[in-house]
């Protein structure tokens, strides 16, 4: 039971480049949420999904965007990276009827 | 702004100590409030979380304490112990909303 992954676990990347952060949850939740962890942020929300093809905005979601064409998948993208965004993501999920929300591992990206 | 707002952001205690984690909220309407718990290099779980028309909840050496009057609601982790060293977030979520709003997080030191 592989639960949520993310991948990749680590990347770098340049200022300007576009990168892509997959997150893949085997347990067919309808929720997904990608969230950024930053020191003296904890967590914030950027993105999240209701089910496929439903995403909405959550607290910090300039500069990024995402799709979900399958339930069980839900990758994030930085369009053109920023040193701001030299982060950990979190990708996580939940059942739509349980406010239990499962994480993955996270990725953490560097930009220089 | 930030709409949970927990203290401190970091703590140390002996081992066989009590740890005590502080959080507010302004939102009157979060009816629910989970504890997550991290472990360096790992995504939060959860740990333990509890519903406003209860004023305390207890799981092994956990306690949520809730306040509905201040709008405050407290961990309590009795007799620390080392594997307790980790980060953790309160959080708080509205009903039919399955998105979560998050403290900035403790950095929990258990010493022997």
């Known amino acids: 039971d592989a639960g949520i992954t993310q991948s990749p676990r680590y990347k770098i990347t340049e200022t300007g480049r576009q990168v892509t952060l997959m997150c893949h949850q085997t347990?067919?939740?309808?929720?997904m949420f990608w969230y950024r962890q930053d020191l003296g942020h904890g967590l914030r929300l950027i993105y999240y999904s209701a089910a496929a093809d439903i995403t909405d905005k959550g607290e910090v979601p300039d500069g990024y965007v995402v799709s979900r064409s399958k339930t069980e998948n839900f990758p994030l993208t930085l369009e053109s990276a920023t040193r701001s965004q030299t982060s950990v993501y979190f990708c996580?999920?939940?059942?739509?009827?349980?406010?239990?929300?499962?994480f993955g591992p996270g990725t953490r990206l560097l930009v220089l | 702004q930030q709409q949970v707002k927990q203290s401190p952001q970091s703590l140390i205690v002996q081992k066989g100590g009590i740890s005590i984690i502080n959080c507010a909220y302004e939102?009157?309407?979060?009816?629910?409030f989970p504890w997550y718990q991290q472990f360096p290099g790992k995504g939060p779980a959860l740990l333990i979380a509890?519903?406003?028309?209860?004023s305390e909840k207890k799981e092994g050496r956990f306690t949520i304490s809730f306040n509905k009057s201040a709008k405050q609601f407290s961990l309590h982790i009795m007799d620390s112990q080392p594997g307790d060293s980790a980060t953790y977030f309160c959080a708080a979520k509205s009903g039919g909303y399955q998105k979560v709003t998050f403290g900035i997080g403790t950095k929990l030191q258990v010493i022997p």
């Open positions: 509890i519903r406003p028309d209860v």
């Open positions: 996580a999920s939940s059942e739509s009827h349980r406010e239990t929300q499962y």
């Open positions: 347990w067919s939740h309808s929720y």
């Open positions: 939102n009157t309407a979060f009816d629910y």
